[in-house]
């Protein structure tokens, strides 16, 4: 056998443009749902890659398109149906436009983009796109707060710059830190050696950044973790995909042994909403030219799936 054959036809999917074959919402000044998946391809290209993450969303949605006939079935990752109400389902914003010579103006239209979803009362699921795209989602919630971020990673993204550009990869962490409105981050992954040096890692620490490296995670679990975020809190949740084992996300820049399991990850969102309201969440850093099989795709837009049944529950 030579080409693969349509198994989810075999459960009776059919061809889906839209995350999960969910609705369709291409102007977002017309967005009536609790959540909104929006597509961001790229925030800050580099001559040397461009917009080296740009087919991740995409990527993403064929991933789950097999279940798009599923979503009445029983899910045992959210313990019941994805979204128990129709009116709690969240709609598919599409992928926001880029240019690779303009990243202040991809920028502008990432933060432009998360202003209007939030001032139409709704969540913002974000699937990146390079690891920069977090800096223009977290600039949307300015005047708002204070918010908790609880960021996935295998790096701390603490550079004040890199090739020239402050706004790009490896400094959403340190750029968040300069947001009046973000009162607390809680960094969980890092592992190996990253792109920060020890004065990176110093100004985090100064700046009151609590760190939970992979192998404490592995050997405390979760729960010191989750005890970091007060009661009450609103919670930022920023997932670079790296932060999770190459094993089962294989498609990363940057993959090292040790990282996140697909279960750690999911009871990490889970014990954030537990505290507070998650306010948004993305997924970035996600590179389906560098994936095998399309393992490392199912696993995240499994976890975008279990996120979207976790807000769910909440703006319900």
Not at 102 to 117: L, S
Not at 162 to 184: F, V, Y
Not at 216 to 236: A, F, K, M, N, Q
Request: charged share 20%.
């Amino acid at each position: 056998m030579t080409t693969k054959p349509d198994l989810g036809a075999l459960f009776g999917a059919s061809k889906a443009d839209t995350f999960l074959g969910l609705e369709a919402c291409r102007d977002l000044n017309l967005l009536h749902a609790p959540m909104a998946i929006i597509g961001v391809p790229c925030a800050s290209p580099y001559r040397s890659v461009g917009a080296y993450c740009r087919n991740a969303p995409n990527a993403l949605r064929q991933a789950v398109s097999s279940l798009s006939a599923n979503l009445a079935h029983h899910d045992f990752d959210s313990g019941g149906m994805i979204f128990p109400e129709e009116r709690l389902k969240a709609v598919d914003c599409g992928d926001l436009p880029y240019d690779e010579n303009d990243a202040p103006g991809n920028r502008k239209i990432i933060r432009q983009a998360i202003e209007t979803i939030i001032g139409k009362g709704a969540v913002p699921i974000v699937l990146g796109g390079d690891d920069s795209v977090p800096i223009p989602m977290l600039q949307a919630f300015a005047g708002a707060g204070p918010y908790t971020i609880l960021q996935l990673d295998a790096h701390i993204d603490w550079r004040d710059e890199h090739m020239g550009e402050k706004m790009g990869l490896s400094s959403n962490m340190r750029r968040a830190s300069e947001m009046p409105h973000i009162e607390r981050i809680i960094q969980v992954g890092a592992r190996g050696i990253g792109s920060a040096r020890p004065s990176d890692y110093q100004d985090a620490l100064d700046w009151g950044v609590k760190f939970v490296t992979a192998h404490d995670l592995h050997r405390d679990g979760v729960d010191p973790v989750i005890e970091l975020i007060p009661e009450g809190s609103t919670v930022i949740v920023c997932v670079d995909i790296d932060g999770l084992d190459p094993s089962i996300v294989p498609g990363v820049i940057g993959r090292a042994p040790g990282g996140l399991s697909y279960y750690q990850a999911v009871d990490l969102i889970k014990g954030a909403a537990a505290r507070g309201p998650i306010a948004a969440i993305d997924f970035v850093e996600f590179m389906p030219e560098r994936d095998v099989d399309g393992l490392g795709a199912l696993t995240t837009a499994r976890l975008v799936t279990t996120a979207l049944g976790v807000i769910a529950r909440q703006v319900g």
